[in-house]
């Protein structure tokens, strides 16, 4: 039964710059590109691996003129992705050139972290892991396969109490401590190989009481993996049965279906089925090429196409 991050969803700025530092600067696969299905008049762009396989999956609303966020108590802090450990100095050079805000790299866990924001102030970093560079991976022009990004390492959240998030991760959503560095506890999803595609989430204990501002660079939810609608109901009783948490009913996102919630600490759940993926409406080979609307919203094509922004 597969468990661990199926994808990440921030808020983001203009849509051009936000597909230029993705798909070019960073080299993830747009695998679709489609509208919020809650605000159709706004994109949602999904980025992955080649298929956009769960755990390779960052996805954003970018809105022109979005005020930015502030990262506080009770969010995603920090969203990180993995990268061959052999290419390193490959993202440190490359990173430099994009002009990104980045640090010096340094050791958490035993790996090696660069961070970096993204022009909108997302917290970013690329984690690396011995031996990834003989997974498959999406290579383009200017990133070869041996330096590639391969998905989702981990998402931080910042939390003023992390037992009550904690107790989620490893009653509900199958994840397991596996070691603590200073103030940040790691968990992994327990069928995960080590380091696995979206098997980890750090819970960071926060110093104060401070809030976020919920803005651009702002993750907006986390998203857990189901296997099926199965997996996810039992998911959906033992919050309920064990924990008290009352989730959405399920929400048709056309590549997966969902249901959400507000973990104790404050930050938005999304539990998403593995079923049906991103090929369900277009071939692997052209994924990201054309604008996808779900059914009910194909009716309204031409004038979503009117309002939205030109990318490309
Ligand atoms: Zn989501």
Redesign the pocket.
């Given at each position: 039964m597969p468990h661990g991050i199926h994808?990440v969803?921030a808020m983001a700025g203009r849509a051009h710059r936000n597909l230029d530092i993705y798909a070019r600067t960073l080299g993830l696969r747009l695998v679709k590109r489609t509208v919020n299905f809650d605000d159709p008049g706004t994109y949602h762009f999904y980025y992955g691996d080649e298929t956009g396989q769960p755990g390779s999956i960052v996805?954003f609303f970018p809105w022109e003129h979005a005020a930015p966020g502030q990262v506080g108590v009770g969010e995603t802090m920090e969203t990180a992705l993995r990268i061959p450990e052999t290419a390193v100095a490959f993202w440190t050079h490359r990173l430099v050139a994009a002009g990104l805000r980045h640090e010096a790299p340094q050791k958490r866990f035993g790996e090696t972290v660069l961070r970096v924001r993204d022009p909108d102030g997302m917290r970013l970093a690329l984690v690396g892991v011995p031996g990834l560079e003989a997974e498959p991976a999406w290579s383009t022009a200017e990133i070869p396969a041996e330096a590639a990004i391969r998905g989702v390492h981990s998402v931080g959240l910042l939390l003023a109490d992390p037992a009550p998030t904690a107790a989620i991760l490893t009653d509900v959503l199958g994840f397991a401590e596996v070691g603590r560095d200073d103030e940040v506890v790691r968990y992994r999803a327990v069928d995960a190989r080590d380091a696995g595609v979206g098997a980890t989430v750090d819970l960071h204990t926060a110093g104060g009481p401070a809030r976020g501002r919920l803005g651009a660079g702002s993750v907006h939810?986390v998203?857990f993996r189901a296997a099926d609608d199965a997996a996810q109901a039992d998911m959906v009783a033992r919050l309920a049965d064990r924990h008290g948490i009352t989730t959405t009913g399920q929400r048709d996102?056309n590549y997966f279906r969902?249901v959400y919630f507000r973990e104790p600490g404050g930050v938005l759940f999304?539990i998403?089925t593995d079923q049906p993926g991103f090929a369900v409406d277009e071939p692997i080979a052209s994924l990201g090429t054309a604008l996808k609307l779900p059914p009910q919203l194909e009716p309204r094509r031409a004038a979503i196409e009117a309002v939205l922004p030109q990318v490309a």
């Amino acid at each position: 039964m597969p468990h661990g991050i199926h994808h990440v969803t921030a808020m983001a700025g203009r849509a051009h710059r936000n597909l230029d530092i993705y798909a070019r600067t960073l080299g993830l696969r747009l695998v679709k590109r489609t509208v919020n299905f809650d605000d159709p008049g706004t994109y949602h762009f999904y980025y992955g691996d080649e298929t956009g396989q769960p755990g390779s999956i960052v996805t954003f609303f970018p809105w022109e003129h979005a005020a930015p966020g502030q990262v506080g108590v009770g969010e995603t802090m920090e969203t990180a992705l993995r990268i061959p450990e052999t290419a390193v100095a490959f993202w440190t050079h490359r990173l430099v050139a994009a002009g990104l805000r980045h640090e010096a790299p340094q050791k958490r866990f035993g790996e090696t972290v660069l961070r970096v924001r993204d022009p909108d102030g997302m917290r970013l970093a690329l984690v690396g892991v011995p031996g990834l560079e003989a997974e498959p991976a999406w290579s383009t022009a200017e990133i070869p396969a041996e330096a590639a990004i391969r998905g989702v390492h981990s998402v931080g959240l910042l939390l003023a109490d992390p037992a009550p998030t904690a107790a989620i991760l490893t009653d509900v959503l199958g994840f397991a401590e596996v070691g603590r560095d200073d103030e940040v506890v790691r968990y992994r999803a327990v069928d995960a190989r080590d380091a696995g595609v979206g098997a980890t989430v750090d819970l960071h204990t926060a110093g104060g009481p401070a809030r976020g501002r919920l803005g651009a660079g702002s993750v907006h939810h986390v998203a857990f993996r189901a296997a099926d609608d199965a997996a996810q109901a039992d998911m959906v009783a033992r919050l309920a049965d064990r924990h008290g948490i009352t989730t959405t009913g399920q929400r048709d996102r056309n590549y997966f279906r969902s249901v959400y919630f507000r973990e104790p600490g404050g930050v938005l759940f999304e539990i998403a089925t593995d079923q049906p993926g991103f090929a369900v409406d277009e071939p692997i080979a052209s994924l990201g090429t054309a604008l996808k609307l779900p059914p009910q919203l194909e009716p309204r094509r031409a004038a979503i196409e009117a309002v939205l922004p030109q990318v490309a």
